[in-house]
T-cell receptor, first 112, second 110 residues
Framework: NAGVTQTPKFRVLKTGQSMTLLCAQD?????MYWYRQDPGMGLRLIHY???????AKGEVPDGYNVSRLKKQNFLLGLESAAPSQTSVYFC???????????FGPGTRLTVT | QQPVQSPQAVILREGEDAVINCSSS?????VHWYRQKHGEAPVFLMILLKGGEQKGHDKISASFNEKKQQSSLYLTASQLSYSGTYFC???????????FGGGTRLMVKP
């Protein structure tokens, strides 16, 4: 039982490049989330999903897109990376009881 | 709107107590507490629901003052393992979005 996994762990991009971050969970959770964490800012919600095929915007969605084609996977895309998107990205999932989010280990992204 | 946490940082000796506060300007449905150790993912500690229900950690306690829209996390007889950054997350309704505060860094020294 791996819980929540994220790929890749680290990435360096040049401004304007694109990439996709993959989040996978093996707990059969309905809800999945993407957060970014910047120093002193806590965790800010980018997008989330309440089930396969559904997505919704969070607090800071601009510059990101997401897809949830399979229940266990939640993808976060950056179409044209900007230095302001340098951050640590965390994925989380939550079961139907809806009180505990399980976080993945994070992806450290640097955009130069 | 992001909840406000205080203090921003605290240093303790092993065995000492600490209180971390989380305040909101809006009426809250629930408050969630997480701890994040350096370089790791946040881990759930506790949830406090409107109406008084609590679920979570057996060594850490918390309160939720619905009138003041404030929650406090109580760390008693602190251990070295309590070191980390504590985040509160708040929900305004029974929906699915949590809004996190900026965090409180706690360091416990021997």
């Amino acid at each position: 039982n791996a819980g929540v996994t994220q790929t890749p762990k680290f990435r360096v991009l040049k401004t304007g490049q694109s990439m996709t971050l993959l989040c996978a969970q093996d707990m059969n959770h309905e809800y999945m989330y993407w957060y970014r964490q910047d120093p002193g800012m806590g965790l800010r919600l980018i997008h989330y999903s309440v089930g396969e095929g559904t997505t919704a915007k969070g607090e800071v969605p601009d510059g990101y897109n997401v897809s949830r084609l399979k229940k266990q996977n939640f993808l976060l895309g950056l179409e044209s990376a900007a230095p302001s998107q340098t951050s640590v990205y965390f994925c989380a999932s939550m079961g139907s009881a809806r009180y505990e989010q399980y976080f993945g280990p994070g992806t450290r992204l640097t955009v130069t | 709107q992001q909840p406000v946490q205080s203090p921003q940082a605290v240093i303790l000796r092993e065995g000492e107590d600490a209180v971390i506060n989380c305040s909101s300007s809006k009426a809250l449905y629930s408050v969630h507490w997480y701890r994040q150790k350096h370089g790791e993912a946040p881990v759930f500690l506790m949830i406090l629901l409107k109406g008084g229900e609590q679920k979570g950690h057996d060594k850490i306690s918390a309160s939720f003052n619905e009138k003041k829209q404030q929650s406090s996390l109580y760390l008693t007889a602190s251990q070295l393992s309590y070191s980390g950054t504590y985040f509160c997350g708040t929900k305004l309704n029974a929906g699915n979005m949590l809004t996190f505060g900026g965090g409180t860094r706690l360091m416990v020294k021997p």
